[in-house]
């Protein structure tokens, strides 16, 4: 089989696939231009197994570029285009990329990067730049797809790097045949459906559950070059009309904040989903009452590429997207947090030169996610990674727990709370806030927060809470918890110094 192959093989002729601004481009337009792309690959010097670096902002371009090259038979990646060079060169270097593909702007200075690694990559551009000419070897003749064995690598995510450095996901030609399974069987989602996610193509979240079901179902997937804001969502939102909306928690928490979501909900969007990290439910409940709509709330991660498990009522519980299957270690008390086993037709061959990272988690085709989960009659309850977890005066505390009772007390006072585990001066566990406070509400937040804490039970208080300006995130919009540790030092010798 081949994976773009496999998903241009639905969709209608005459409707539409891709939206990116004034563009529309119409099943029956990519299945001529992917082909062609794949011919270019092929002009350009491609061979079966090469890896491909896709860096650029979303756009049909993005799109025909990283399906020309699994076409071909080389090896797609996505990379955020607002990674600085710096970042991108270990990357180039450690998968061994062979070609990045990316808009004539960059093409100067990833060019320049290029040239400056061992076995540096070929830069490709439109109009050729200081690269090879993308728009010249588009003019080679289309070609067949390079037929795969099904479980060889197609396409490459990187982890999101929320606790250290990515790790690069290995994808089997396989991932797409059944990509479309939770839109389809959860959402409902047809071929009438109009797919649109905040997140970028890059992120897991956005290609397998957006982009990957959209054409599995010969939906329409709609893209967008910019930056995800809340006027931004909803200027999408109104001028393409989306009926499912995929997007993360904190996008959910800031559009309630600026009066976002009503507009949202005279749309026409059926569902909107949630996933990239918790949702808190207060944002839920919040969402429930602006749209009268709560988010479906997903769990999935660059493992799975698209959603594992699922919520869809207020209890805040998860259970298996279809097609997963669901595994407990059966000498583990069900009332402690503890790892899960998943297996599900889009799970990853392993990653890339990470034997213990491989060993720790994919365990006979099974994967064993880092995060953590209680047993609650028959569904999970999410309580955050290993390192999230605390023994704290006997008892065991997630700081996802604490985040939550914190965010929720908060209210629109406060745009974002972070907790996490560290040592006091005697060498015990204790927990530190971090919080960000709305602009002129500061007051406000203080006290809220003041009173929650009061409210909880001892061994859950906070011992510190630190007001800043901003809390660290990873380019996918998650937080960045492999950081709060710093930033609470960094508080405490801000705070110390005279």
Excluded at 314 to 322: A, E, K, N, Q
Excluded at 464 to 471: F, G, P, R, S, Y
Aim: proline share 6%; hydrophobic share 45%.
């Amino acid at each position: 089989m081949n994976a773009a192959e496999c998903l241009l093989a639905t969709g209608a002729d005459a409707a539409v696939a891709l939206e990116c601004g004034e563009r529309r481009v119409t099943y029956a337009e990519l299945r001529r231009a992917v082909p062609r792309a794949g011919g270019a690959w092929r002009a350009l010097g491609l061979t079966p197994g090469a890896r491909v670096v896709v860096f650029a902002p979303d756009s049909d371009d993005w799109v025909i570029a990283y399906l020309g090259a699994i076409w071909a038979g080389g090896v797609a990646i996505g990379v955020n285009p607002h990674l600085a060079l710096a970042d991108l060169a270990p990357i180039l270097t450690d998968s061994v990329v062979r070609y990045v593909w990316c808009e004539p702007d960059l093409a100067a200075a990833v060019s320049k990067l290029a040239k400056g690694l061992p076995e540096g990559p070929a830069v490709v551009t439109a109009g050729g730049g200081r690269g090879r000419d993308w728009t010249a070897a588009l003019a080679a003749a289309p070609i067949e797809a390079s037929a795969q064995d099904e479980e060889a690598p197609g396409l490459w995510i990187g982890t999101s790097g929320t606790t250290g450095i990515p790790k690069g996901v290995i994808h089997p030609q396989r991932v797409v045949v059944d990509a479309h399974a939770f839109a389809g069987q959860v959402l409902g989602a047809t071929a009438a459906d109009r797919f649109y996610s905040t997140s970028k193509l890059f992120f897991a979240y956005a290609l397998g559950n957006s982009l990957f079901a959209g054409l599995r179902l010969g939906a329409t997937v709609i893209l967008d070059r910019e930056r995800a804001t809340p006027e931004r969502t909803r200027e999408m939102v109104a001028r393409h009309r989306p009926t499912l909306l995929f997007t993360v928690p904190t996008l959910y928490s800031k559009m309630l904040q600026e009066n976002v979501a009503p507009a949202l909900a005279a749309a026409g969007i059926r569902h909107f989903v949630s996933a990239g990290e918790a949702l808190p439910a207060n944002v839920r409940d919040g969402w429930l009452r602006a749209t009268g709509k709560a988010p479906i709330s997903g769990y999935g991660t660059s493992e799975t590429l698209c959603l594992a498990l699922y919520g869809d009522d207020d209890s805040g519980l998860l259970r298996p997207t279809p097609l997963t299957l669901l595994r407990y270690a059966d000498d583990i008390d069900p009332d402690i947090p503890q790892r899960i086993l998943v297996r599900l037709p889009t799970l990853a061959l392993g990653y890339w030169h990470r034997p213990e990272a491989q060993a720790d988690g994919f365990r006979d085709g099974w994967f064993c996610p880092g995060d953590m989960f209680i047993r609650r009659e028959g569904r999970l309850e999410f309580a955050g990674r290993t390192d999230d977890l605390l023994k704290v005066s006997g008892q065991w505390v997630s700081t996802l727990w604490v985040e939550q009772a914190l965010t929720a007390a908060g209210g629109d006072a406060v745009d974002q709370v972070a907790a996490v585990g560290v040592p006091t001066a005697d060498g015990l566990t204790t927990i530190a806030a971090l919080a960000v406070a709305v602009p002129g509400r500061e007051d406000d937040a203080r006290d809220r927060i003041r009173a929650a804490i009061d409210n909880l039970p001892k061994y859950r208080r906070p011992h510190w809470v630190h007001w800043v300006e901003a809390l660290p995130l990873t380019a996918t919009g998650k937080l960045q918890r492999s950081r709060l540790r710093t930033a609470h030092e960094s508080a405490l010798a801000g705070a110390a110094a005279p």
